[in-house]
């Protein structure tokens, strides 16, 4: 047990490392020997754990993704309606954004460009997530929350997308800090897009559209009738005379 400890623990201050250097310097400048320095283990250990630099680059986003797909796993079963869920698997990518900048920088920025890596156990971590949301929106097409012709794939893409393109910008723009952050833009921002695919109840009165003076014409119409009916229901409690036999 105490062999498999100290593996383990050696292994995650390789991908810790890794992480930061791939992040700050980019794939293409960071070096093996480097990151060997930064976790404190020998060169030959990392290629003994990842085989190659590449394959300790994509092992970074499939760990992390896992550990954050499992936990949010652990919540979102117990969160009833289909706008609850929804909110908690964005709050969980924006908290990962947010709180690991290194690993946003490095996935945004980075990954999602790379075509190997799509091809890869750790795309198909990240892409756990966006099943889950997509399973959110069918389930709030299927039992009526959200309207029948909603495009689930299209409303995924702005809920998500925008997300990335936020924080693009903000690592792009040197992670600054501003009065409203991310994660205080969420809510309003999923609210206007749950606000437009939310099923409306339909109004059983009729809508009439008349041109100006039809519109005249028929509000005459409705005066007399008022009147006429007032004038009935008068004439009804008169007293009618008796009778003289």
Known sequence: MA?????KTRKDRIMD????????????????TEISKEAGVSEATIYEYFGTKEDLLFAI???ISNETFEESSKVIPFIKDVEGKMRA???????????NPHYSALVLLQ???NKRFRQTPAHAAIRRSAHSLLDCIREGIADGTFKKDSNPYLIRSMLMGTIEHLFIHWHMQGMPKRKTSI????????EIILDGIRAKEENAGLTLY???EAARIFGKLLQTK?????TLKGAAKVPQARKTH
């Open 3 to 7: 062999d498999h400890s100290r593996a």
């Open 17 to 32: 490392a890794a992480l930061r250097i791939f992040a700050e310097k980019g794939f293409q400048n960071a070096t093996i």
């Open 61 to 63: 986003p499939e760990k």
């Open 89 to 99: 698997i964005l709050l969980s990518y924006v908290q990962l954004y947010q709180s």
């Open 111 to 113: 990954l999602m460009s």
């Open 183 to 190: 994660m205080d833009m969420l809510d309003p921002f999923i």
């Open 210 to 212: 008349l041109e100006p």
């Open 226 to 230: 008022e009147i006429l009916k007032k």
